[in-house]
T-cell receptor, first 112, second 113 residues
């Protein structure tokens, strides 16, 4: 079947380098943001989240940065590995009731 | 996530047929969602339910219906399938302390001929 990564912006990264994936969100009232990773043939999996009262949050090898002034969210992956190859989605919560609005996704391809 | 299961995983059907996609969860979450995913379009919300007696339309509910049979079960029906409903369908759940985080099932690939 057709890959969900087809037609998406693609970031090609050398193994071991850092990756930065960017996302512009639409609603200034959004108070919660989340990054998901989707590998081929699987459902999206949670990576990291951040609330609007923070501008940075770190996880294991991942960091999310939030710039509310320009409505921009980024995901940084340190020391990118082949297993990081996937489609990455950002999502925002503009409705205040657990509904999430997803971005279109970014494909990351790690070159060994 | 093995806590959220979807059946069937793949289905091919013909235009006009009625199709039901099933979702079950063992996470004890009260909130469940159905999304469709098309190449280059991300995930779009079809319907969501915050408890057994609560059903809400999402962005693209036309042509779909849902049933929340129990807290753990949420099914999606296509009353009369059409080719542009060919897509990947995902069920998700949320609840508990991290109520904003949604946990996704493995997906159902539906093809309507």
């Amino acid at each position: 079947g057709e890959s969900v990564g087809l037609h998406l912006p693609t970031l090609s990264v050398q193994e071991g380098d850092n990756s930065i994936i960017n996302c512009a969100y639409s609603n200034s009232a959004s108070d919660y943001f989340i990054w998901y990773k989707q590998e081929s043939g699987k459902g999206p999996q949670f990576i990291i989240d951040i609330r609007s009262n923070m501008d940075k949050r770190q996880g294991q090898r991942v960091t999310v940065l939030l710039n509310k002034t320009v409505k921009h969210l980024s995901l940084q992956i340190a020391a990118t590995q082949p297993g990081d190859s996937a489609v990455y989605f950002c999502a925002e919560s503009p409705y205040g009731n657990n509904r999430l609005a997803f971005g279109k996704g970014n494909q990351v391809v790690v070159i060994p | 996530d093995a806590d959220v299961t979807q059946t069937p995983r793949n289905r091919i059907t013909k235009t006009g047929k009625r199709i039901m996609l099933e979702c079950s969860q063992t996470k004890g979450h009260d909130r469940m969602y159905w999304y469709r995913q098309d190449p280059g379009l991300g995930l779009r919300l079809i319907y969501y339910s915050f408890d057994v007696k609560d059903i809400n339309k999402g962005e693209i509910s036309d042509g779909y219906s849902v049933s929340r049979q129990a807290q753990a079960k949420f099914s999606l029906s296509l009353e009369s399938a059409i080719p542009n409903q060919t897509a990947l369908y995902f069920c998700a759940t949320s609840g508990g302390p991290s109520y904003n985080e949604q946990f996704f099932g493995p997906g159902t690939r539906l093809t309507v001929l």
